[in-house]
């Protein structure tokens, strides 16, 4: 039902931005905490990010103060901007939509993100 369409992954050298959408389409985006997740080569899926509808954020404490997360509830999309990039932030990162107190959670297909110089 929902799906998630990412974009803005790709190369970045260490030190440098990139900024990530998520656009949410299939149900009703307001019901949904949004987030963005990663995984590195020979590690276990972590949290980057989360938002509510309302606009509370969380974040893991590997991109506390370099990375923000927003939602825009008019156009239906989530943003990661990355920024100070650092080596051991490459991954694949992931967009989830999660409906609280159900078992909806949905996964977008992943974006490469690659901080190398």
């Known amino acids: 039902q929902v799906q998630l369409v990412e974009s803005g992954g790709g190369l970045v050298q260490p030190g440098g931005s990139l900024r990530l959408s998520c656009a949410f389409s299939?149900?009703?985006?307001?019901?949904?905490?949004m987030g963005w997740y990663r995984q590195a080569p020979g590690k276990q899926r972590e949290l980057v990010a989360t938002?509510?509808?309302?606009?509370?954020?969380n974040y893991g404490d590997s991109v506390k103060g370099r990375f923000i997360i927003s939602r825009d509830n008019l156009k239906n999309t989530v943003s990661l901007q990355m920024n100070s990039l650092k080596l051991e932030d490459t991954a694949v990162y992931y967009c989830?939509?999660?409906?609280?107190?159900?078992?909806?959670?949905?996964w977008g297909q992943g974006t490469q993100v690659t901080v190398s110089s």
């Open positions: 989830n939509a999660d409906r609280p107190a159900t078992w909806h959670n949905y």
């Open positions: 938002i509510t509808s309302a606009g509370t954020t």
């Open positions: 299939g149900s009703i985006f307001s019901i949904y905490r």
